[in-house]
């Protein structure tokens, strides 16, 4: 009798999500962050503050740091290339960040990788673009099945 209702509250609520770049991905950023807000995301913002030179490592521990954790359900990481802030978040167990430049990368790494983390490259995605990926990434399961096999396989890896 309650289950229904306790469903329907559920598909409502939306997730946290947690954002966060370097210098070059700020006003990018910025952008994003007002999307997800507008989308009535929750969104903690990890900074950086401003287009000041910043170091990509200090902002992509804390956010893989946080979806490994479970304290948010997903994650948003630029820089310039999108290589450099997807690395360190590489690094933790049970994080797979995915470099997306298109919604169409960006719906198969929720699909086939059950990706937690977008990685975004600033210097080469418009706006548009990179809203459209953040879109699609937060609205797109993960398939598994066979794809459940390799993304086991990941994990082991660690």
Known sequence: MFLPVLLNIFSIMKSTIAIGCDHAGYQLKEQIKNFLVQQEYKVK??????????????????????????????????????????????????IRSALCWNKEVAELARQHNDANIITLPARFIGVEDAVACVDVFLKTPFEGGRHADRVKKISEGC
């Open 45 to 94: 913002d990890f900074g950086a503050y401003s287009e000041e030179r910043a170091d990509y490592p200090d902002f992509a521990h804390p956010i893989a740091k946080g979806v490994e954790n479970k304290e948010y359900s997903y994650g948003v990481l630029i820089c310039g290339s999108g290589n450099g802030i997807n690395m360190p978040a590489n690094k933790h167990k049970g």
